[in-house]
């Protein structure tokens, strides 16, 4: 059971290129989140999304662009890397009726 | 605005000790309130979930309380063991989102 999984764990980006993280989860949850965590900050909600094909901003959207095409994945991207978006980026997911969440393990990004 | 509270930031007591953690949250009109633990480097692990028609819920050692009315929760975990130690995060999910207090760091020593 591999619940929510995420990819890559650990990247490098120079200032200004591009990246996409994939998100993907096995258990037909509706709900899906991505998160950023920085310390002394706690997880601050970015992008989520309540069904395939639907997108939402959340507290700090700015940067970032999210797409859920298939129900099962969530992709986060980076059009233009900052070093203000180094960071551990995580993952969630969650069903509608017992709305619990689930994390991934996390993506190390920094950007130099 | 949904604001999460966690008290106190860090924690240290000796092994055996029986502690309590402390979370409030301004809005009352939540969906359920979930604890967290998150090891170094690692991702968050779930401990509870309660409802919030629900005032408690325990699974071995943790034992997790709701007040909905007065914005409060706590996490109580008996006999603390170093393997314990490690930061504790409480959500409350509210409208479509989770919020988060930026945890406790609890060390327990042997």
């Known amino acids: 059971n591999a619940g929510v999984t995420q990819t890559p764990k650990f990247r490098v980006l120079k200032t200004g290129q591009s990246m996409t993280l994939l998100c993907a989860q096995d258990?037909?949850?509706?709900?899906m989140y991505w998160y950023r965590q920085d310390p002394g900050m706690g997880l601050r909600l970015i992008h989520y999304?309540?069904?395939?094909?639907?997108?939402a901003k959340g507290e700090v959207p700015d940067g970032y662009n999210v797409s859920r095409l298939k129900k099962q994945n969530f992709l986060l991207g980076l059009e233009s890397a900052a070093p203000s978006q180094t960071s551990v980026y995580f993952c969630?997911?969650?069903?509608?009726?017992?709305?619990?969440?689930?994390f991934g393990q996390g993506t190390r990004l920094t950007v130099v | 605005k949904q604001e999460v509270t966690q008290i106190p930031a860090a924690l240290s007591v000796p092994e055996g000790e029986n502690l309590v953690l402390n979370c409030s949250f301004t809005?009352?009109?939540?969906?359920?309130l979930q604890w967290f633990r998150q090891d170094p480097g690692k991702g968050l692990t779930s401990l509870l979930l309660?409802?919030?028609?629900?005032r408690e819920q325990t699974s071995g050692r943790l034992n997790a309380s709701l007040d909905k009315s007065s914005g409060r929760s706590t996490l109580y975990i008996a006999a603390s063991q170093p393997g314990d130690s490690a930061t504790y995060l409480c959500?409350?999910?509210?409208?479509?989102?989770?919020?988060f207090g930026t945890g406790t760091s609890l060390t327990v020593i042997p």
């Open positions: 969630a997911s969650s069903a509608i009726n017992r709305d619990e969440a689930f």
């Open positions: 809005d009352s009109a939540i969906y359920n």
């Open positions: 258990m037909n949850h509706e709900y």
């Open positions: 999304s309540v069904g395939e094909g639907t997108t």
């Open positions: 959500a409350v999910k509210y409208g479509n989102q989770f919020y």
């Open positions: 309660i409802q919030s028609s629900q």
